[in-house]
């Protein structure tokens, strides 16, 4: 089932370890067929050593798991809200990666410092509230995918792919789990631009004109960047 899918989701989840953005089992990649509407994640704890394709695990949007021999990631149930909630995006990745979860464990959003941050994401990167106790204690999960969608209400996911989970880490998607994956690896280097940025005493977020330059140029409806479709 979704052979060409597993094996996509299997992929992503090495080049996460491959980039350094995950270390150990640290880690989760997962993709949304766009016909069935099934999911294939990571499963649970599994070395990314012994890992094959075959190992994926399939889901039902309801959680249930359609085919696999393991468990799902614990993350599943954050993964399954985000695709519930967001019908555009086609993959998500979760890592902990270095410089993007110490914003995270900070506290802080990644404030668009330069054209580097513009070029991928329209304005900061949030970060999102504390889960309170309760939230922790029952459904966790499942509340932390509801904190994600809270912090992007009435915002399109897909202008800004990547949010850091406050005390946790960062979460990013796509339109499919390779996108994810491109998004996870840029949010891990412009965390990493802007801690070196904060660093030498610079925080005064690039001008709404620079922002808007960098970002449509890339993205806007009349985009001009890379080689025009024949």
């Given at each position: 089932?979704?052979?060409?899918?597993?094996?996509?989701?299997?992929?992503?989840?090495l080049?996460?370890?491959?980039?350094?953005?995950?270390?150990h089992?640290?880690?989760?990649?997962?993709?949304?067929d766009?016909?069935?509407?099934l999911?294939?994640?990571?499963?649970?704890?599994?070395?990314?050593?012994?890992?094959?394709?075959?190992?994926?695990?399939?889901?039902?949007?309801?959680?249930?798991?359609?085919?696999?021999?393991?468990?799902?990631?614990?993350?599943?149930?954050?993964?399954?809200?985000?695709?519930?909630?967001?019908?555009?995006?086609?993959?998500?990745v979760?890592?902990h990666s270095?410089?993007?979860?110490?914003?995270?464990?900070?506290?802080?959003?990644?404030?668009?410092l330069?054209?580097?941050?513009?070029?991928?994401?329209?304005?900061?990167?949030?970060?999102?509230?504390?889960l309170k106790?309760?939230?922790?204690?029952?459904?966790?999960?499942?509340?932390t995918?509801r904190?994600?969608?809270e912090?992007?209400?009435g915002?399109?996911?897909?202008?800004?792919?990547?949010?850091?989970?406050?005390?946790?880490?960062?979460?990013?998607?796509?339109?499919?789990?390779?996108?994810a994956?491109?998004?996870a690896?840029?949010?891990?280097e412009?965390?990493?631009?802007?801690?070196?940025?904060?660093?030498?005493?610079?925080?005064?977020?690039?001008?709404?004109?620079?922002?808007?330059k960098?970002?449509?140029r890339?993205?806007?409806?009349?985009?001009?960047?890379?080689?025009?479709?024949?």
């Amino acid at each position: 089932m979704l052979e060409k899918l597993r094996v996509e989701v299997f992929k992503a989840n090495l080049e996460l370890v491959e980039r350094g953005l995950v270390i150990h089992t640290w880690g989760n990649a997962s993709g949304r067929d766009p016909e069935t509407g099934l999911i294939v994640i990571k499963p649970s704890g599994v070395s990314y050593a012994s890992m094959k394709p075959e190992d994926m695990v399939v889901l039902n949007p309801d959680g249930t798991v359609a085919e696999g021999k393991y468990k799902p990631s614990t993350d599943a149930p954050t993964h399954l809200l985000l695709y519930k909630k967001w019908k555009t995006i086609g993959g998500v990745v979760h890592t902990h990666s270095g410089y993007a979860t110490s914003w995270a464990q900070a506290g802080m959003a990644i404030p668009a410092l330069g054209t580097t941050h513009a070029d991928h994401f329209y304005g900061e990167v949030p970060c999102t509230r504390k889960l309170k106790k309760r939230e922790i204690d029952v459904d966790y999960e499942l509340n932390t995918g509801r904190v994600i969608i809270e912090t992007f209400k009435g915002c399109d996911p897909l202008t800004v792919p990547s949010v850091l989970v406050n005390m946790h880490g960062p979460f990013s998607w796509g339109t499919d789990v390779n996108n994810a994956v491109y998004n996870a690896v840029a949010l891990e280097e412009i965390a990493h631009i802007a801690m070196n940025t904060f660093l030498l005493g610079h925080s005064k977020p690039v001008s709404k004109a620079l922002l808007d330059k960098h970002y449509n140029r890339k993205h806007g409806s009349n985009s001009y960047y890379g080689q025009n479709k024949k």
